[in-house]
């Protein structure tokens, strides 16, 4: 199913070859497209217009016109596909690692539009979701420490077991409406100021 309220941000100098793009999204169903040439402040226009999904065509770039696609690509955090002539693979390392969903070389073709789009929102799609998940394991990891330290603060300083340590955490959490790894921060945070002052 086309999503009609995408709105679509395709930036390229040559007004033929932003033509091309304009055309096949819109064929693609598509209407929602603003074209930019002027590469001035290009992370400014941006932020203005708040594009779903940035096209750009760089043709056959410089190092410094790529540095600046990067930062925009880095910045902006939407699923953007780079349209180049000719690549190397640094440049395509590069490219990934600064959040290019889709680094297309010499492929604009008015009929791979709608392809190129769809590519290039399921890899940035895909890309998220799983940051994400990396993100949520890391803070469990974190939580899991933080947890850890302050059961053992609170079995040492009451002289309670594990279970019960555990317990009190989850009751200030629930009594708090907070996480429990966060209370085990706050509680950790409050020992190591007590134990700086002996």
């Known amino acids: 199913m086309i999503d009609h309220a995408l709105k679509i941000l395709v930036i390229d100098a040559n007004r033929i070859r932003a033509a091309i793009l304009e055309e096949g999204l819109r064929e693609a169903g598509h209407h929602n497209v603003t074209v930019i040439g002027d590469m001035a402040n290009l992370l400014r226009q941006i932020v203005e217009i708040d594009p779903d999904v940035i096209f750009i065509d760089l043709e056959n770039p410089n190092r410094d016109v790529l540095e600046q696609m990067f930062e925009v690509s880095r910045s902006v955090r939407r699923p953007v596909a780079m349209f ?21 070389v010499d492929g604009l073709k008015k009929e791979r539009v709608k392809p190129i789009l769809d590519m290039t929102m399921s890899r940035f799609n895909a890309f998220n979701r799983l940051q994400r998940e990396l993100e949520d394991t890391k803070r469990a990891l974190e939580d899991r420490k933080s947890v850890d330290r302050a059961k053992s603060i609170l079995m040492t300083r009451r002289g309670i077991p594990e279970p019960e340590a555990y317990r009190r955490l989850r009751d200030a959490a629930m009594r708090e409406k907070r996480t429990i790894g966060d209370v085990a921060r706050s509680m950790i945070s409050a020992a190591d100021l007590l134990d700086g002052d002996d």
Not at 89 to 96: F, N, Q, Y
Request: glycine share 4%; net charge negative.
């Open 84 to 104: 180049v002539d000719q690549s190397e693979s640094v440049m395509i390392k590069r490219a990934v690692e600064a959040g290019v969903s889709a680094y297309i």
